[in-house]
C-alpha cells in the first residue's frame, strides 16, 4: 500500500510537518512503517489543482519504484489531500482507476465545496463543524471527523496531533461510542483499516 499525500496552496514546511506526523503515526503503529512508499506531490500554486499533473506524477513516482511495490497500477493507493489539493487528488484518484490503478481510499482534509463521489472509500476530515456539515452535502463516506472545538483551517495540515473533534457516521450523522478523538488518531484508525483489507 503506498500513501500518496497532495498539498494545497501554502507553505511547504506545513507538508512536512503533516509528514512527520505521518511517520511518526505508522511507526509508532502495527502499520508496517516504509517511508518509500509515502509520495509527496510536489506542484506547487496552481498545479495543486491539476488532476493531470499529480496523475503524472504518480505515474512516475509508481513507476520508479516499481521494484518495491510490484505490479505499479495494482498496488494499491490512498490519497490524503488538503485543502485546493482536494481539488486535484480527486480527478487524479478517477483517472489512476481509469488506468486500471487501485484507490483503496481517499481522505479530503478541509476539502470544503468539492464535490466528493467515487466507487472507492471517502472520508472527510474538517476543522470546524460547520464545514463538516457544509462538505458532507457534496459528497462523503460514512466515517469523518470534524475538530471540536474549532480550530484554525492550517492547523488541520500542520498539527494534527493537537486537534481535538468528533468521528462521525455522516450516513446516520450520529457520534459512534468513543467519538472523540484526535485527528491523527483518526488518520490512523483510517490508515490501519486500509491496511488490513
Not at 83 to 90: L, N
Request: aromatic residues 12%; charged residues 15%; glycine residues 8%.
Amino acid at each position: 500500500m503506498s500513501i500518496i499525500i497532495c498539498p494545497g496552496i501554502h507553505e511547504p514546511e506545513l507538508t512536512e510537518s503533516f509528514r512527520v506526523v505521518l511517520l511518526d503515526l505508522v511507526s509508532h503503529s502495527a502499520i508496517a512503517p516504509n517511508p518509500a512508499n509515502i509520495l509527496i506531490y510536489p506542484g506547487k500554486d496552481f498545479f495543486v489543482l491539476s488532476a493531470f499533473h499529480i496523475l503524472q506524477f504518480l505515474r512516475v513516482s509508481v513507476a520508479h519504484r516499481r521494484y518495491r511495490l510490484g505490479d505499479r497500477l495494482k498496488s494499491p493507493l490512498i490519497f490524503i489531500s488538503f485543502s485546493a489539493g482536494v481539488v486535484g487528488a480527486i480527478g487524479a484518484a478517477h483517472l489512476w482507476q481509469l488506468l486500471g490503478g487501485r484507490v483503496k481510499a481517499f481522505i479530503a482534509i478541509d476539502g470544503w465545496g468539492v464535490p466528493l463521489q467515487g466507487n472507492f472509500p471517502i472520508h472527510r476530515m474538517s476543522h470546524d463543524y460547520f464545514t463538516h456539515w457544509s462538505s458532507c452535502l457534496l459528497g462523503s463516506g460514512q466515517n469523518n471527523f470534524y475538530a471540536e472545538p474549532a480550530v484554525d483551517h492550517l492547523s488541520m495540515w500542520k498539527s494534527p496531533q493537537t486537534v481535538q473533534g468528533c468521528w462521525v457516521d455522516s450516513s446516520l450523522e450520529i457520534i459512534p461510542p468513543k467519538g472523540r478523538l484526535k485527528a491523527d488518531e483518526f488518520l490512523l484508525m483510517l490508515l490501519k483499516r486500509y491496511e488490513a483489507n
